[in-house]
């Protein structure tokens, strides 16, 4: 599967994948599709404000048309526990009537009686030099002496 699909949308990659290094910023794009012949409004939230910067957060997007959303992973100070990222987005979509430039506050708003579609996202580090076996990087070996594997399930 190329990407996390909904009613309203479809997400490419449907995991944001960031190349982790100890004080500098990396970021991921996100290409969002309105599969519709409605204009669809969309809000992204995340598990960790204050670690990320979403450009944009919200929009709208044209019938049958895409836009790109940046996410910017901060510059960290230390790395996580065994590159583990437990960080998640929610993407919001839902039906709008048009194009305006300003969403009203309770657009997505479930109680509201719209029907909001929400598509989650996990965030993978991935480490900028992982070879098996090495450990100058910082990584802790495993008792076997593999390294441990950045990636992870839920």
Known sequence: MS?????YISVSPEELKFQFELEKQSYCDLKVTNSTEHYIAFKVKTTSP??????????????????????????QKEYPPDMQCKDKFLLQSTIVNNDADELPPDTFNKDSGRNVEECKLRVVYISPHSSPGHSEDGFKQSSDGNSVSSKFSL
Do not use: E, M
């Open 3 to 7: 990407g996390a699909t909904n009613q």
């Open 50 to 75: 204050k670690k990320y910067f979403v450009r944009p957060n919200t929009g709208i997007i044209h019938p049958w048309d895409s836009c790109f959303i940046r996410v910017t992973l901060q510059a």
